[in-house]
């Protein structure tokens, strides 16, 4: 029962350097999304999918990139990181008619 | 657009007391799923309900029950004899129900209420 599997936990980056967050599930979900969780402002949308090869921004788009080159897998990728990309970054996943699963979240500091 | 407001940012409450959340949402969909999450120190997002518009039946689950009015567009939580276990940031989220396009099926959420019990 792995449902979404994120990785990694904790990330330390420098600002400029680049990195990529992990998700992958195995619910067979269309639907993949990564949120950003920052002290008092929800959690809100930086890129999603609707299946392999489909992929959209949401509400904080800049400086993310993603791709979904599977079903089970969709990749957060961070080019060039800023402080301003210090958060807690989740990974979920649903199908049309289910609630969002969600990983265990990453918490990642750009110094 | 879609939109979910949760007014109260934090509640302190004493243990045994009830408490109730406050959700209220904003959406042009006729259809739609309301959802809410718990978010305990740990971290993790732990899910609690889903409701789909049109069965405006109340629910309760345990200690837990949700209010569903469609008319003025709330779907309030209340939390019956809280526990110290029951401190916790609570989101609401609303996502649509059939695909429309863009955004579809992603989760809107309010910005959370921060409940601490204390014993």
């Given at each position: 029962?792995?449902?979404v599997?994120?990785?990694?936990?904790?990330?330390?980056?420098?600002?400029?350097?680049?990195?990529?967050?992990?998700?992958?599930?195995?619910?067979?979900?269309?639907?993949?999304?990564?949120?950003?969780?920052?002290?008092?402002?929800?959690?809100?949308?930086?890129?999603?999918?609707?299946?392999?090869?489909?992929?959209?921004?949401?509400?904080?788009?800049?400086?993310?990139?993603?791709?979904?080159?599977?079903?089970?897998?969709?990749?957060?990728?961070?080019?060039?990181a800023?402080?301003?990309?210090?958060?807690?970054?989740?990974?979920?996943?649903r199908?049309?008619?289910?609630?969002?699963?969600?990983?265990?979240?990453?918490?990642?500091?750009?110094? | 657009?879609?939109?979910?407001?949760?007014?109260?940012?934090?509640?302190?409450?004493?243990?045994?007391?009830?408490?109730?959340?406050?959700?209220?949402?904003?959406?042009?969909?006729?259809?739609?799923?309301?959802?809410?999450?718990?978010?305990?120190?740990?971290?993790?997002?732990?899910?609690?309900?889903?409701?789909?518009?049109?069965?405006?039946?109340?629910?309760?689950?345990?200690?837990?029950?949700?209010?569903?009015?469609?008319?003025?567009?709330?779907?309030?939580?209340?939390?019956?004899?809280?526990?110290?276990?029951?401190s916790?940031?609570?989101?609401?989220?609303?996502?649509?129900?059939?695909?429309?396009?863009?955004?579809?099926?992603?989760?809107?959420?309010?910005?959370?209420?921060?409940?601490?019990?204390?014993?």
């Amino acid at each position: 029962n792995a449902g979404v599997t994120q990785t990694p936990k904790f990330q330390v980056l420098k600002t400029g350097q680049s990195m990529t967050l992990q998700c992958a599930q195995d619910m067979n979900h269309e639907y993949m999304s990564w949120y950003r969780q920052d002290p008092g402002m929800g959690l809100r949308l930086i890129h999603y999918s609707v299946g392999a090869g489909i992929t959209d921004q949401g509400e904080v788009p800049n400086g993310y990139n993603v791709s979904r080159s599977t079903t089970e897998d969709f990749p957060l990728r961070l080019l060039s990181a800023a402080p301003s990309q210090t958060s807690v970054y989740f990974c979920a996943s649903r199908s049309h008619n289910t609630e969002a699963f969600f990983g265990q979240g990453t918490r990642l500091t750009v110094v | 657009a879609q939109k979910v407001t949760q007014a109260q940012t934090e509640i302190s409450v004493v243990e045994k007391e009830d408490v109730t959340l406050d959700c209220v949402y904003e959406t042009r969909d006729t259809t739609y799923y309301l959802f809410w999450y718990k978010q305990p120190p740990s971290g993790e997002l732990v899910f609690l309900i889903r409701r789909n518009s049109f069965d405006e039946q109340n629910e309760i689950s345990g200690r837990y029950s949700w209010n569903f009015q469609k008319s003025t567009s709330s779907f309030n939580f209340t939390i019956t004899a809280s526990q110290v276990v029951d401190s916790a940031v609570y989101f609401c989220a609303l996502s649509e129900v059939t695909y429309s396009g863009a955004g579809s099926y992603q989760l809107t959420f309010g910005k959370g209420t921060k409940l601490s019990v204390i014993p």
